[in-house]
């Protein structure tokens, strides 16, 4: 899923609740918060850092759960001269082909398995867009602005 909306809309608080409620038993939930230095090499050691092990080149979170991985601010690393975004294309790569390439010896991978992406972007800070190979893999939620009433009834 990919929350998106402006500066206080509550898109964080949403998925912190949410990852508040799940059941341990099945999920991890990991969060990186994305900002103009984050990049590739960043994204995959924190990815890395909440995976075991399992069997060969095989990695996972512990056997029977799903690792949710929650970014913040989606589209805040630096967009380089080729347009592109290195946190934004490992996120796809990992998504259609399930593997990460392993830094030290370019050719072994690594398979991740049972990885979940949820991700909270606001359009008017960072890039204004991300990949559309990547964008197709989410279902995007819009948020508004809530009324004044509501903004009294929650901090009222």
């Excluded at 964080?12 to 038993?25: G, P, R």
């Excluded at 990460?100 to 800070?125: G, Q, T, W, Y």
Aim: hydrophobic content about 40%; proline content about 4%; some cysteine.
């Amino acid at each position: 899923m990919l929350f998106i909306g402006n500066a206080g809309t509550g898109k964080t608080v949403i998925l912190k609740d949410y990852f508040a409620a799940c059941d341990l038993e099945k999920t991890v939930c990991a969060t990186l918060n994305f900002n103009n230095y984050t990049d590739s090499k960043a994204l995959q050691t924190v990815i890395e850092s909440n995976v075991d092990k399992r069997t060969g080149k095989i990695y996972g979170p512990p056997s029977g759960k799903i690792l949710m991985f929650f970014m913040d601010d989606l589209n805040m690393p630096k967009v380089d001269k080729y347009g592109t975004q290195s946190p934004i294309c490992l996120i796809r790569q990992i998504i259609d082909y399930q593997i990460v390439f392993d830094r030290d010896h370019l050719e072994d991978k690594k398979e991740i398995h049972d990885i979940m992406f949820i991700a909270c972007m606001n359009p008017k800070s960072g890039s204004f867009n991300i990949d559309l190979r990547l964008t197709r893999h989410f279902t995007m939620i819009a948020l508004g602005v809530p009324e004044k009433d509501i903004l009294a009834t929650i901090f009222g």
